[in-house]
């Protein structure tokens, strides 16, 4: 378990005249990460553990990893064919404004961001979920921010989490139950970010009877109160489950135990439906393929042959 504490972190220290390239930049800059400050967090680890050669030399090459996945989405008590994709990549964060910075500036810190997207139809209508998780690299504290959007024709749903002296969050939906919502919760430790952390170090995964707030895309597609719940966690071998008895929900990812530690799938099994067309489902992803791409520079109409290669076509 996390034990909350007053202390001054020391994020990321000084990396000399290592030059990292942050991905999504406007331009590749010699970026100092070095920075202090006073925050009220959750804490696993007070010292701050310097990134390996192999870890730099993935992560800030200045290109994103993309993995497509074949998707089998329950929803409304029926598995749903569609496409996942994960977009992980490196970028400077402000701690205080909790947003990406724009410019090299002392104050900025590394995180991992994961871009996590899935689209499937139901019938008619087609969904577009995306969250972003945005983690510290010292592995330390919290996710800094997390945000979740679900797009169908009934309306769209957001909720927006910031790890502030407590998680400040904000929820807005086309539902009156639960629009536009701003609350405050005791820190425990968040599903979004475990995804994360699992490719930053995996033997740092909590494991055992813990605290954890499912996931926003789950709360806000079950129609749950955003909290934590109780939970039976488990890391053997490279898979990683978390089992939430209340909910009658579990989530298991499977994980290459090599660095990168890329995801390969993951199953989560849930209560699909709702009334008499509610039954115990399980959602499926499985890996098609990784590229490394600074995809934001490819945005031309021949780039689409990238799209190909990760099988989203």
């Known amino acids: 378990m996390k034990k909350i504490i007053k202390v001054k972190i020391l994020i990321w220290p000084v990396m000399g005249l290592f030059l990292i390239f942050s991905a ?12 202090n400050f006073d925050a009220e967090v959750s ?109 169908e024709w009934c309306g769209q749903v957001y909720a927006q989490l910031n790890n502030k002296n407590k998680f400040e969050i904000s929820a807005y939906s086309y539902f009156e139950s639960e629009g536009d919502k701003n609350f405050k919760l005791e820190k425990s430790i968040l599903e979004n970010e475990l995804w994360t952390q699992l490719r930053i170090d995996p033997k740092s995964l909590p494991v055992g009877s813990l605290k954890i707030i499912p996931s926003l895309e789950y709360s806000r597609l079950k129609h749950i109160e955003i909290k934590a719940y109780n939970a039976q966690v488990r890391l053997t071998g490279s898979t990683y489950s978390i089992e939430y008895p209340e909910l009658n929900r579990t989530l298991a990812i499977n994980f290459n135990p090599n660095f990168p530690h890329d995801i390969l799938s993951w199953e989560e099994t849930f209560i699909s439906g709702f009334g008499n067309n509610a039954k115990t489902l399980t959602t499926k992803a499985t890996k098609l393929n990784t590229i490394k791409s600074a995809y934001w520079n490819k945005n031309n109409n021949t780039d689409e042959v990238l799209r190909d290669t990760l099988q989203l076509n």
């Open 24 to 35: 999504c930049n406007k331009k590749n800059e010699t970026q100092n990460l070095a920075t």
């Open 43 to 151: 804490v696993k680890n007070t010292s701050v553990k310097e990134p390996s050669q192999a870890f730099k030399d993935y992560w800030y090459a200045g290109k994103a990893e993309i993995t497509s996945y074949q998707l089998e989405q329950a929803r409304y008590g029926e598995i749903r064919e569609g496409k996942a994709v994960l977009i992980y990549v490196t970028e400077d964060f402000l701690p205080n404004k909790q947003v990406k910075a724009d410019n090299q500036n002392p104050n900025n810190i590394s995180v991992l961001k994961l871009n996590a997207t899935k689209k499937f139809n139901t019938g008619l209508y087609p969904y577009s979920i995306m969250q972003s998780t945005f983690y510290p690299v010292a592995n330390n504290q919290h996710a800094i921010k997390l945000t979740s959007s679900i797009q």
